[in-house]
């Protein structure tokens, strides 16, 4: 891996490089343009890119799931997010890549503990272990060119479907240049159905992909959901409300 403190060193593509600026740290894979994480200096808990406010976009449908997957760890965003606002949250992370859970103690993740742990194996065949089914599955799986293409296989999703309990969400970054990124989509309709939409982010980069077991996308209250659950921190509803407006737009156009 490759810390740096301003331009980038040469360094074989697809290692992992850390750059530090006055106020923030990023990740990206040498090689790709890309930013994989980002991370502000002044608050390392914040949520920095847009396309990781809308992964957290699930919280509109289940603001208070009990057990948290995730498949990729990158800089940690989506797991500091939920382990410091989400406490009653179980939460797992797999990640493949050594180097990266490496940099853990970079990006200010916290240790593993009671409710939260890093898991060193490959997603693909952690799920096809059958763990114990979640309420929420985070897939933001980058391999410097998108999505690795043996995660974007029908039975991968068909094992994401399985490890969701009963009205379960999944959700999956997708990255709009990337070769497999049809390939992903037409899989995930293929499992999931109708049960299915997707909310693109600003810069027409990122694709988040929401699809769950059951109608709870159908049988959301917008009303009640766009009003600050008691349980939520005000920073976490600031963070989030405007990422819930465009999803409840993009769910109503549906």
Known sequence: MSVSDSTPTEIPAGQPQVRRT??????????????????????????DLDYTKLMMGFLLFDSDPRRILMIGLGGGS???????????????????????????????????????????ADGRDYL????????????????????????CELAFFEDCHDALL??????????????????????????????????????????IVFACKGERFD?????????????MSKDAWRQLQPTFKLIEATLILR
């Open 22 to 47: 006055r106020d923030v740290l990023t990740l990206q894979f040498a090689g790709s343009a890309a930013l994989q994480s980002s991370m502000s200096l002044l608050n390392p808990h914040a949520l």
């Open 78 to 120: 989506l797991p500091k997010f939920c382990y410091r606002y989400l406490p009653k949250a179980s939460i797992d992370v797999v990640e493949v890549d050594q180097e990266i859970i490496a940099l853990r103690d970079v990006f200010h993740i916290p240790p593993d503990d009671g409710r939260f742990q890093v898991i060193a």
């Open 128 to 151: 096809h272990t059958a763990p114990d089914p979640v309420n929420v599955l985070l897939v933001d799986a980058y391999d410097g060119q998108g999505m690795p293409a043996d995660l």
């Open 166 to 207: 009963p009205d379960g969400i999944l959700v999956v970054n997708l990255h709009l240049e990337s070769e497999t990124y049809p390939m992903c989509l037409a899989n995930l309709r293929e499992v999931f159905g109708t049960s299915l939409f997707e909310v693109i982010d600003d810069d027409m980069t990122n694709s």
């Open 219 to 231: 049988n959301t209250d917008f009303r009640m959901a766009l009003r600050k659950p008691e349980h």
